[in-house]
T-cell receptor
Framework: GEDVEQSLFLSVREGDSSVINCTYTDSSSTYLYWYKQEPGAGLQLLTYIFSNMDMKQDQRLTVLLNKKDKHLSLRIADTQTGDSAIYFCAEVISGSARQLTFGSGTQLTVLP | DGGITQSPKYLFRKEGQNVTLSCEQNLNHDAMYWYRQDPGQGLRLIYYSQIVNDFQKGDIAEGYSVSREKKESFPLTVTSAQKNPTAFYLC????????????FGPGTRLTVL
């Protein structure tokens, strides 16, 4: 079955690193995504990782994928107040039409 | 300036009325999607369309209808049969159905009074 889980809230101090975690249950996932949603807005694609990779880095963002544990994380280095938002992880299943399956989102609050 | 537009941003309707939410894209994308977002929940797929004149039900299609008469347009009608229509509605598109990047519109917040 398909299920993506995230913790609902995370608070960090400005300048610290943030780590947002996600677990998924479908081992046939091909791509895993991280989206950012600011208040009252649509979703912005931050980055994605193919299932045959274990790490991807893009400026302040680092994605780690542990396929054995079905665990995905997003690390934001030097977190800024502008990073405060909801972060969604999502997966795409191989062969599906699709269409993303989303986690419930993690509300990141950056404290000054 | 390419992108996805949704209108209106805020919409209020009385209970029992049908309402249509607009979604337009000028990205020349084949696939389009409608999601519903409720507080504390992820996005749930309502309907999707992989090509003009074709669409499929998503996970929560009951009480909704769509059409895809033009490539750039994918309107969503929330009917009176939808039991709890108040939500944030997001439209998205992809270049092709198997593509990797799904782009989202800014959303429409529907409130049923």
């Amino acid at each position: 079955g398909e299920d993506v889980e995230q913790s609902l809230f995370l608070s960090v101090r400005e300048g610290d690193s943030s780590v947002i975690n996600c677990t998924y249950t479908d081992s046939s996932s091909t791509y895993l995504y991280w989206y950012k949603q600011e208040p009252g807005a649509g979703l912005q694609l931050l980055t994605y990782i193919f299932s045959n990779m274990d790490m991807k880095q893009d400026q302040r963002l680092t994605v780690l994928l542990n396929k054995k544990d079905k665990h995905l994380s997003l690390r934001i280095a030097d977190t800024q107040t502008g990073d405060s938002a909801i972060y969604f992880c999502a997966e795409v299943i191989s062969g599906s039409a699709r269409q993303l399956t989303f986690g419930s989102g993690t509300q990141l609050t950056v404290l000054p | 300036d390419g992108g996805i537009t949704q209108s209106p941003k805020y919409l209020f309707r009385k209970e029992g009325q049908n309402v249509t939410l607009s979604c337009e894209q000028n990205l020349n994308h084949d696939a389009m999607y409608w999601y519903r977002q409720d507080p504390g929940q992820g996005l749930r797929l309502i309907y999707y369309s992989q090509i003009v004149n074709d669409f499929q039900k998503g996970d929560i299609a009951e009480g909704y209808s769509v059409s895809r008469e033009k490539k750039e347009s994918f309107p969503l009608t929330v009917t009176s049969a939808q039991k709890n229509p108040t939500a944030f509605y997001l439209c998205a598109s992809k270049r092709e159905p198997q593509g990797n990047e799904q782009f989202f519109g800014p959303g429409t917040r529907l409130t049923v009074l």
